[in-house]
T-cell receptor, first 114, second 111 residues
Framework: GAVVSQHPSWVICKSGTSVKIECRSL??????MFWYRQFPKQSLMLMAT?????????EQGVEKDKFLINHASLTLSTLTVTSAHPEDSSFYIC??????????FGPGTRLTVL | KQEVTQIPAALSVPEGENLVLNCSFT??????LQWFRQDPGKGLTSLLL?????REQTSGRLNASLDKSSGRSTLYIAASQPGDSATYLC??????????FGQGTELSVKP
C-alpha cells in the first residue's frame, strides 16, 4: 500500500517559536495533500488542502498566516506553525491523495508548546 | 453541510464477542465511506473502503456495510480480541473531495 511519512513524530517548543512539520509520500506522487488537526478525544478536523505548485486552500476559521503550507514537490508538503502558543498544542496528521479519491495518512506529529 | 455521527462513543466488551459499530451521515451524495482504526497517540490505519456503488466490504474478521440512501454504515467485528482495542473512525468523502470524520468509537476488548 501507499506509504506516507511525517517528520518529526513529536516536537516540544517554547511559546513564540515556529515549528515545521514535513509530510512525504514515499512511493507515489501526490499533487494534493491534506493537513488535519486532532485534539484529545476528538476527531480529525481538516485544516487545509495543499496543492503542488499552488497556494493552499484553508478551511473556515484556520488562520493562513499562522499555519503556513508549502507543497513544493509532488512528494513533500510542509506545515509551519508560526509563533506557536500553547493553544496550538495538538496532534497534526497529514494525508496524501492517490488517484482521485483515496487518501493515505501519515503517522502524525505531536506538537507541545510550552 | 455533511455531518458524520458515530454511535456508541465508547464500547467495552469481553473477548470473543461479536460487535457492531454504527456510523450515520446526513448527505448521501458521497464518493465513498471509509473505516479507520486509530491507536492512542498514533496515526490512522485504513480498515475498509466502500465505494458509493458498493453495499459492503470484507477483510478478515471485519465487515463493513453501506446503505447510502439511508445514510448509514456499520462495521461488524467478529470474535473480538484484546488487540482490537482502539478508536474506530468512520469518514465519508464528499462531493467536494473532502473527508469528513465522525467522532469515533472507543473500543475496549477485555481478556
Amino acid at each position: 500500500g501507499a506509504v506516507v511519512s511525517q517528520h518529526p513524530s513529536w516536537v516540544i517548543c517554547k511559546s513564540g517559536t515556529s515549528v515545521k512539520i514535513e509530510c512525504r509520500s514515499l512511493d507515489f506522487q501526490a499533487t494534493t495533500m491534506f493537513w488535519y488537526r486532532q485534539f484529545p478525544k476528538q476527531s480529525l478536523m481538516l485544516m487545509a488542502t495543499s496543492n503542488e505548485g499552488s497556494k493552499a486552500t484553508y478551511e473556515q476559521g484556520v488562520e493562513k498566516d499562522k499555519f503556513l503550507i508549502n507543497h513544493a514537490s509532488l512528494t513533500l508538503s510542509t506545515l509551519t506553525v508560526t509563533s506557536a502558543h500553547p493553544e496550538d498544542s495538538s496532534f497534526y496528521i497529514c494525508s496524501a491523495l492517490q488517484g482521485s479519491h483515496e487518501q493515505f495518512f501519515g503517522p502524525g506529529t505531536r506538537l507541545t508548546v510550552l | 453541510k455533511q455531518e458524520v455521527t458515530q454511535i456508541p462513543a465508547a464500547l467495552s466488551v469481553p473477548e470473543g464477542e461479536n460487535l457492531v459499530l454504527n456510523c450515520s451521515f446526513t448527505d448521501s451524495a458521497i464518493y465513498n465511506l471509509q473505516w479507520f482504526r486509530q491507536d492512542p497517540g498514533k496515526g490512522l490505519t485504513s480498515l475498509l473502503l466502500i465505494q458509493s456503488s458498493q453495499r459492503e466490504q470484507t477483510s478478515g474478521r471485519l465487515n463493513a456495510s453501506l446503505d447510502k440512501s439511508s445514510g448509514r454504515s456499520t462495521l461488524y467485528i467478529a470474535a473480538s480480541q484484546p488487540g482490537d482495542s482502539a478508536t474506530y473512525l468512520c469518514a465519508v468523502l464528499n462531493q467536494g473531495g473532502k473527508l469528513i470524520f465522525g467522532q469515533g468509537t472507543e473500543l475496549s476488548v477485555k481478556p
